[in-house]
Each structure stands twice: as structure tokens, then as C-alpha cells.
């Protein structure tokens, strides 16, 4: 490079750094120089023979600001000493002068016409880059899948349809309440990650149990990258006491911390209540125990954060474990003002199953009889559904569209009826894909020890608790069951077994039995230990290799962990509450089994736990098969069950008379479930078809995906190494002269990544690449954002471009500037618009595509680019001006459609929705009145669209 020539004054600015903004040389000595960049108060020192420099000079027409803040177009330009000074009329009113080292430093320098006329050019695969992540941009901001292909999950139906539903609605609050295992972590995750992509959501608070905490983190951050911070008692103080903020809560923008926190101390409580979150999560949600007169301190906590809260999302796999009243308590958390009476509540419940007949027929495809007609002309009014049944039932219609009649009505019902809209709840019967259960029993002599303990007939369910402790003699050595578990371990050595049983004290027992016994290490998890010791236990559990054979919980292990790499469960006991029973299996039975699901239980003969294990198996069939109605059975049985308990050695007898009851209530309540309203829920909690259309959508996405290519563009212009590293795998590392100091989220060593879900899925140490992860959406704000490849020139070979002419090509944004809330890129993604014109002022837009031809462009050195572009500057600016013409009548076009889209769109779901909430009450005024606003003030945002050329390319004919 041929040595520059400076001097102090001159104004200059970085090739590399344009966001220095405009330099000036404040100091030379021996072979460096000196810049000062006062907008972004930087000094840099250069070698002076090979500085990244360009020098600033404008020309008559530019125009050019002040220090001060005034404009002034230039007229004419004089030199002195190597300085120039430019003259022109001030604020076009009287005649000024302007030093260069008065221009403002701020005057922004990565305008593409600036740079083309100041010779600062890039290389045209920077160019190129520009173009093609202006289009990905485009692209994925008018998508409707936001938020639900970037997750390292499979794609189930089920959840995508709930989160899909769920999570575009503005501030969503829904009780998600999947059966056991179906997925609700992952589809409150997919909310969750829909609301942050979109903008919907920035603040986020989840409150879990606390054994489940690391679980959350881990899930978080593996599956979607969400990196959140875990807050206890100590992280709180730690944070008050650096002075970080006084609220702590206030200092982290996604919170995930123990409920335990917020109910144990006021002042946390009050902190997080102050903490201005956009969506609350709460997990095992069935733990907010509530009664009318008397709620407990959880339920209240949770209330005053959902007061606070816009959206708020409740996970329970068993809404109705505490019984109605508390499944009542939760929707009223949702919706208070609508859920204030549980009275009234009770009643509606009962009113959906002429509801829920009529549209099991419809789904059906049996006939209506004339009440069923009567009854939809009734509830979704005259004016919608006579054309619909008369379409349905003329004889003469084809049956298809009679089958598109029977659809529209059946979506009609579902969506305006039942808990539709603030509920979910699906169901293995309806997902389908899980392995089988079976069951094991064990029938074990009463030993004597335990024969002649008084005491309540319950307390036989765990008999070992009524022993007094006394060394040498402790329970384990005699009971039974812990030799029967030792055989059971000996016969599945090379198995994984999960043991259950309902006490802290019993698990401590039977480690130490196996300990003392056998020799057997087996992992503790306990309410007593720490949970980073019920971490510690359940990772060396799972370890496949080195860890241990079996993993003994109490009662806490039941709920919402995931052990189903292993398929043996192990019921020492049972718990007499049959949605804790399912809780348990749960752990096993869950997505991702790929095993046949093995139940033992061992029990004392003639004793309650057979009773209770008969009840459980031949009553309520809940071993082999989820069993929806236990809890309700129980409510109406528990006197019967433990007189059974009683009975049991008097009148063995009754114990037949009580299955015979409970199998004919099952039957019943479970047919009612079927039919009615639990069964309208079902359905509306994923529609088939739509569900089926997402996962095709998003499976297409991801085999079509260009998105590897995108990436290997972007890592070979921004210098960062990839290799293969194996099939569908891939090593990415920054290279030794990368562009930027940092390439967004690639730590030094580099990380190891894939395109391919399926691979993501087995390898979870690997990232999974998606246009999704932060890697990438940074990496394309990294190239918007910066000036790079916005100004190009090459010379070109081609028929309509003779040598010594030239073309301008214009890369033009049309965008629309609206807070990311309103999701406007939904109509309006910043869209490119691409002009072409000629030298001789001819628009070549649709003739001429270099992009299709990029082995015609020859790069072409600066100083060349320079010689022609100064006498023609003139010409250029023309031709600009020409091309922004061109772009306003496109852009015109394009936003007419924009408005009339959205219009369409948001008078279609509003009539939905003031349709719903005439019949349907859990749809809130509120959701009405938001959407009117949304309309209203998107339509001013969209007339505010503007267009911004945002990138030239010159071709020059060589
Ligand atoms: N789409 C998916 N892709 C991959 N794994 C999944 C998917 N959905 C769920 N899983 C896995 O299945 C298991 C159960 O999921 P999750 O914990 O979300 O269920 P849950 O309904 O919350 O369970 P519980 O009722 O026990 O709380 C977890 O191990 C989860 O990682």
C-alpha cells in the first residue's frame, strides 16, 4: 500500500471501524500518526505505511454538518496546507465556511452513498452477504413459527399446536395441564421462547418447586438456549450487598427461582411482586392449595405475582388433584374476574355436555338430530350456524362440502366454548406413541414383627414406620421386601431401577439395608438432603456407565423429574392418592420411553396395601393406564376404601363388593369424561389438522433450510474456521484474522455444532444450529448493523453493460419502525427492494441479476473505482435519486397490501373473539379491547413506513 498522506487536522475515518465515526489527525511522530474519534471518545495510534485509513472529502452538493449542529450543502472547496475547507450556504440561508476538522464527528459515514462517493468499499462477498441476510431477515420476521423450530426438540403435534396457539397471543394466560410426561415443561418453554423471540416478552419469572430448579436451568439452556439466573436466598444478598440494585429481582432480566423463596419471606416476595415481569411460569401449579375462607400462603404469593403479571402460564399435570375447588382456585389466578364464584363455576361445568354431545357427533360424523340443530342454531347463533347446517344437511351437496359444513361447525363449538381459550389438557389416549405398562406383584408374608402393631389400618400401608428404632434390630433385616428388592436387583444387574417410596426415613433404611447387606451403592433422594445432593444423586443414577444400579426416592421423587432411561419402577409402597400414583409411574412413563414400562410391587398378603393395590389395579385399572377419574372416585370412596382397610383380615369379602362399585364409577366417570367436557377440552387442546400442518411446516423448514449454507458464507467472510467434524456435525472456531474481535457467542475453544435435529437430539453437548440460535440472529444483526457490504464495486463482463459504462444497483429497505411488541414484521418485514438502472437512466431491474452471475464481477482496485466514480459523481447521484423514485412506487404497492393483510387478519380474529365472548365467558373484554388497540395503532405504524437505501453496488462494464 502506498504511504497516505497526512497532516494534523485532517479528517479520516477507520475501513475497519466505521463506528469510530469521523476522525481527526491530532498528532504524526516518526512513522505513526495519531486519530482522535471524539463521537466515540477513542484515540488510535497507526503505523502511518499501512493505516486502515480512508481520508473524508466532500464535494460541491454534499451536504455536511457542524460541530455546532448547522448544515450547510457545499458550493465549493479550497485546499491549504493539506486541509481542506468547504463553503456553501448555512442552513441554505446565508454563506459560511467549514474547516474539516469543525465537521461534527457524528455525521454517520456508513451510508452507502457516502462511502461509494468516498471511496470506502467493500469487497462484493461482503456485498453479497448483505443481500442474502437482508432477504433471510425479511423472511424470518414475516414468519408465523416463531419461536417453535429453534427449540433441540422433536416436533409433537401436540405441543406445537398448544405453544403455537398460545404463544402469539399477547400476555397468554393459560393453565397448561397435560397428563404426567406429555410435555408441559417443554411446551410452557416454547411460549415462553415464542414471547422473547417476538418481543412479546423480555422479563420473565419462573417459579418451580424447589427440587426442580436445576432441572428448569438445564432444560432452559439446553433445549432453547435460554440462559437463566438462579436466584436463592444467597444469590439475593449477594446482588443487595454489590450494590448492583436494591431489588434483586430488578437486576436479571429471566429469573428462575424456588417457590420456597417468595413463600418463606415477605421481603423476597414483595421484591419479586416489584419485579415488572412480562410473563410468570409457575410449575407444579396443583401445590397452590386454596380454600374459599382459607388459602394457603403459596396460592397467596402466586396471586399477588399474577396480579402483576400480563401473561401468566400454570403447569399441573393433575388440575384437579385437590379437587374442583382447587382447579377452580387456579383459573381464578388466570382470570379473577371471571372465575369469582366457585358456586357458579360448579354449575356452568355442568352445563357443557349438550355442548360436548353435539360435538362428538359433528366429530363423529354421525347425523343431528333436530335438538342438536336446535341447540347450535342456539348457542352460536342463527346467523352463522343455519347457512352451515343447511349446507350440512342438503342431501343434494356434495360431501365434501358437506364435510367442510361439519368442520366449520365443530371448530365454531370448540372454540367458543368450555375452558378452550384458558385451558389445555392432552391426553395419552390422544397423543398416543407411549409404550406399554405392566404390572408386577409380589405377594409377601406379614411378618410377625409387623403383626401386632396397633395402630390405624392406614398406617399398615408403611409398617415399618411404627417400629421403634433399636440397633441390631431395625426393620430391614426382617422385613420381607428388602429381601425380595435385593433378589430383584440381582436379576436386573445390568438394569437401571428407580425405587419409590413414600418416606424420607424408609428410603434412608433401605440404602443403608442394601449397603450393610449386599454391598449394593445405590443413590439417596431425599426432602432432607440439599438439592444440590438430589442432583448429585439423580446425575450419578443416570450415569450409564459408572453410575449406580438404583436410585431411591421419597415422595418428592415423584414429581416432575425425568428418569426414563430407565423402565424399572419400583413401588415399595403406594401412595393413597391416585394422581400421585401416576405421578410416580410418570417419572418412567413419560416422552421419550422407548421401553416397556415395568411396575413391581411388592406387598404384605391379607394386609391395606393389598387392599389398596387391588383397588388401585382391579378397581381403577391405574397401573397398566392412566386413570383420569381416580381422584374423583377417591373423594366419593375414601370411608368404603378404609373400612376395606379394616376389614381386610375380618371380612375379606367386602373388599369384592368395594372393587365391584369402584369398577362400575369408573366406568361411568370416565364415559362422562369422555363425553363431556373434560372430553370438548381434549379436543380443542390440539386440533389434529392444524397440528399436523405446523409439524409439516416446521419438518419442511428444517429440510429446506438454507440455513448451513447461510452460515458457511458468513464464517468464510468473517474469517472464522469450520470444519467437518462428522457426519452432520460440524467444528467452528475463530480464525487467526477474523473481522471482529468476538463472533457472536463462539467462545475461544471454539464449540462443536450441527444443522440436523435428529443429531441435536442425540448429541445435547453439541449446539444445535438453528435460525433460531442466538448465534445466528446475532450474527445477522452483526451484519445489518454494521455498515459492511453496504458499498461495492466490481467490474463486470456483461452484454448490457458495455466496457467504459456503467450500473447502479440499489439495495432499498421498505420498513416499517414500530416497537417489537407489535410484531409488524408479521405484515411488513423490513422488505428489500431491489432497483437497477443504467447509465443511460434506464430501469434494468428486471434484465440484469449479478447475483445469478457473480463469476462476471472482478474486483477492480480502489484508487480505479475512485478515478471513475469522482467525474461522475454527478451522474451517480442521479441515478440514485431515480432509483429511490422507483423504490417509493414498489414500496407503495407493497404497503397497500401490508394494511390490507393486517386489516384482514385482525377484523377476522376480532369478530372471533366478540363472537366468543358472547357466549363464551372465559374470553376477557380485555382480549377484545387489546386486539382493537393493537389494530389501531399497527395501522399508524405502518403508515409511518419509510424506505432506506441501504446498500450500492456499481458495475462497472469492463
Ligand atoms: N418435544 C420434545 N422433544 C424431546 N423431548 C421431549 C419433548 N417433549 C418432552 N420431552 C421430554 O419428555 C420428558 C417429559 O417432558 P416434561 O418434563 O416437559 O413433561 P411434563 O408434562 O412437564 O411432566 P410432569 O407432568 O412430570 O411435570 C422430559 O424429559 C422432556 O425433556
Not at 430448579?213 to 432444560?219: G, M, R
Not at 403406594?574 to 410391587?601: C, F, M, S, W, Y
Not at 419442511?700 to 452460515?711: E, F, K, P, R, V
Request: proline share 5%.
Amino acid at each position: 500500500m502506498p504511504d497516505l498522506q497526512f497532516a494534523p487536522g485532517q479528517c479520516w475515518i477507520s475501513d475497519t471501524e466505521l463506528e469510530l465515526g469521523l476522525g481527526i489527525v491530532t498528532g504524526m511522530s516518526g512513522r505513526t500518526l495519531t486519530l482522535q474519534f471524539s463521537a466515540s471518545d477513542t484515540i488510535r495510534t497507526y503505523a502511518t505505511d499501512n493505516a486502515p485509513l480512508t481520508r473524508v472529502l466532500f464535494q460541491a452538493g454534499d451536504k455536511i454538518e457542524s460541530r455546532q449542529g448547522w448544515k450547510m450543502t457545499i458550493q465549493s472547496v479550497t485546499e491549504s496546507d493539506a486541509l481542506v475547507t468547504y463553503h456553501g450556504l448555512r442552513d441554505n440561508t446565508s454563506p459560511a465556511s467549514l474547516q474539516e476538522a469543525a465537521l461534527n464527528p457524528f455525521m454517520p459515514f456508513n451510508r452507502p452513498q457516502a462511502r461509494l462517493f468516498a471511496g470506502l468499499l467493500d469487497k462484493n462477498e461482503w456485498y453479497e452477504l448483505r443481500r442474502e441476510t437482508l432477504a433471510h431477515r425479511q423472511r424470518l420476521e414475516k414468519s408465523d413459527l416463531i419461536g417453535l423450530g429453534g427449540a433441540r426438540t422433536e416436533l409433537l403435534p401436540h405441543q406445537l399446536y398448544i405453544a403455537h396457539e398460545a404463544g402469539r397471543r399477547l400476555a397468554p394466560r393459560v393453565l397448561l395441564a397435560d397428563e404426567v410426561g406429555l410435555g408441559k415443561t417443554i411446551e410452557a418453554c416454547l411460549i415462553l421462547h415464542t414471547q422473547l423471540l417476538t418481543g412479546r416478552a423480555q422479563r420473565a419469572l419462573i417459579v418451580v418447586p424447589n427440587p426442580l430448579l436445576h432441572q428448569w436451568l438445564v432444560e432452559l439452556l439446553r433445549r432453547f438456549n435460554l440462559s437463566f439466573s438462579l436466584f436463592d436466598e444467597e444469590r439475593c444478598q449477594a446482588i443487595e450487598s454489590s450494590g448492583q440494585s436494591e431489588n434483586p429481582f430488578q437486576a436479571e432480566q429471566l429469573v428462575l427461582c424456588g417457590l420456597n423463596l417468595l413463600i418463606d419471606d415477605e421481603k423476597r416476595l414483595a421484591q419479586a411482586e416489584a419485579g415488572e415481569w412480562d410473563i410468570l411460569i409457575v410449575d407444579e401449579a396443583h401445590h397452590l392449595e386454596w380454600h374459599e375462607e382459607n388459602p394457603s400462603p403459596a396460592y397467596l404469593a402466586v396471586e399477588r405475582l399474577a396480579k402483576q403479571t400480563p401473561g401468566v402460564l400454570l403447569l399441573t399435570a393433575t388440575p384437579e388433584q385437590l379437587g374442583r375447588e382447587g382447579h377452580f382456585a387456579r383459573l381464578r389466578l388466570l382470570d379473577p374476574d371471571r372465575f369469582h364464584s366457585l358456586n357458579q363455576f360448579q354449575q356452568e361445568q355442568a352445563q357443557y355436555q349438550p355442548i360436548a354431545n353435539a360435538a362428538a357427533l359433528l366429530i363423529n360424523d354421525q347425523p343431528l338430530s333436530s335438538t342438536d340443530q336446535d341447540l347450535l342454531l342456539k348457542t352460536l347463533g342463527q346467523e352463522l350456524a343455519a347457512p352451515l347446517l343447511a349446507q350440512l344437511t342438503n342431501a343434494n351437496n356434495a360431501t365434501d362440502r358437506q364435510h367442510a359444513a361439519r368442520t366449520q361447525l365443530t371448530n365454531l363449538l370448540l372454540d367458543r366454548h368450555g375452558t378452550g381459550r384458558g385451558m389445555f389438557r392432552n391426553t395419552r389416549d390422544r397423543v398416543k406413541g407411549f409404550t406399554p405398562r405392566v404390572l408386577h406383584r409380589y405377594p409377601l408374608p406379614l411378618p410377625d414383627i409387623y403383626r401386632d402393631l396397633t395402630g390405624h389400618a392406614t398406617e399398615q400401608l408403611q409398617p415399618e414406620l411404627l417400629l421403634p428404632e433399636a440397633k441390631g434390630s431395625e426393620w430391614w433385616r426382617i422385613d420381607p421386601r428388602v429381601d425380595w428388592l435385593i433378589n430383584l436387583l440381582k436379576q436386573y444387574r445390568q438394569e437401571k431401577i428407580l425405587l419409590i417410596c413414600a418416606h424420607a426415613t424408609t428410603a434412608k433404611d433401605l440404602e443403608q439395608a442394601l449397603r450393610m447387606r449386599e454391598g449394593i451403592s445405590a443413590a439417596l433422594f431425599h426432602e432432607g438432603m440439599r438439592i444440590i445432593e438430589r442432583d448429585r444423586a439423580a446425575a450419578w443414577f443416570a450415569d450409564r456407565d459408572q453410575g449406580c444400579p438404583i436410585l431411591i426416592c421419597s415422595e418428592i421423587g415423584s414429581e416432575g423429574r425425568n428418569f426414563q432411561f430407565a423402565h424399572h419402577l419400583v413401588l415399595f409402597d403406594l401412595p393413597e392418592n391416585p394422581d400421585l400414583l401416576e405421578q410416580r409411574i410418570g417419572r418412567l412413563d413419560r416422552i421419550g420411553q422407548k421401553a416397556q414400562v415395568e411396575l413391581h410391587t411388592p406387598y404384605f398378603e391379607g394386609t391395606a396395601q393389598e387392599v389398596l393395590l387391588r383397588w388401585y389395579h382391579e378397581g381403577l385399572n391405574a397401573f397398566v393406564h392412566t386413570c383420569q377419574s381416580g381422584q374423583q372416585i377417591l373423594e366419593q370412596l375414601k370411608p368404603a376404601l378404609h373400612q376395606a382397610f379394616e376389614d381386610c383380615y375380618s371380612d375379606p369379602a367386602s373388599l369384592n363388593l368395594l372393587l365391584t362399585t369402584t369398577r362400575q364409577l369408573h366406568e361411568q366417570v370416565t364415559r362422562a369424561l369422555k363425553q363431556g367436557r373434560d372430553h370438548l377440552l381434549e379436543l380443542n387442546s390440539c386440533r389434529k389438522q392444524e397440528a399436523g400442518e405446523l409439524v409439516q411446516q416446521l419438518t419442511g423448514n428444517d429440510t429446506a433450510s438454507s440455513l448451513a449454507d447461510y452460515m458457511e458464507q458468513l464464517f468464510n467472510t468473517f474469517g472464522v474456521e469450520s470444519e467437518p467434524h462428522s457426519k452432520d456435525s460440524l467444528v467452528i472456531r475463530p480464525g487467526q484474522h477474523m473481522l471482529t474481535e468476538h463472533f457472536p457467542h463462539l467462545p475461544d475453544e471454539g464449540i462443536t455444532a450441527t444443522f440436523d435435529r435428529l443429531t441435536a437430539l442425540t448429541h445435547e453437548e453439541w449446539q444445535f444450529l438453528s435460525w433460531e440460535h442466538p448465534m445466528v440472529l446475532d450474527a445477522i444483526d452483526m451484519v445489518l448493523e454494521s455498515g459492511h457490504g453496504n458499498a461495492t464495486a466490481a467490474g463486470i463482463r456483461h452484454g448490457a453493460i458495455p466496457p467504459g459504462s456503467m450500473a447502479l444497483e440499489l439495495l432499498f429497505i421498505l420498513e416499517c419502525p414500530a416497537p417489537k411488541l407489535l410484531q409488524a414484521g408479521r405484515f411488513l418485514p423490513p422488505t428489500l427492494l431491489r432497483i437497477l438502472i443504467d447509465q443511460h437512466l434506464n430501469d434494468r431491474s428486471d434484465d440484469i441479476d449479478f447475483s445469478t452471475q457473480r463469476a462476471a464481477l472482478n474486483s477492480l482496485p480502489k484508487t480505479v473505482v475512485q478515478k471513475i466514480v469522482t467525474p461522475l459523481r454527478q451522474r451517480i447521484q442521479t441515478m440514485i435519486t431515480l432509483g429511490e423514485q422507483l423504490a417509493d412506487e414498489q414500496a407503495r404497492a407493497t404497503l397497500q397490501e401490508a394494511i390490507k393483510h393486517m386489516h384482514t387478519r385482525y377484523a377476522e380474529e376480532q369478530s372471533r373473539l366478540e363472537a366468543l365472548r358472547k357466549i363464551n365467558p372465559y374470553v376477557r373484554q380485555s382480549d377484545v379491547d387489546q386486539l382493537q388497540n393493537i389494530e389501531a395503532s399497527l395501522r399508524r405504524h405502518l403508515d409511518s413506513s419509510r424506505v432506506r437505501l441501504d446498500s450500492v453496488r456499481l458495475a462497472i462494464g469492463i
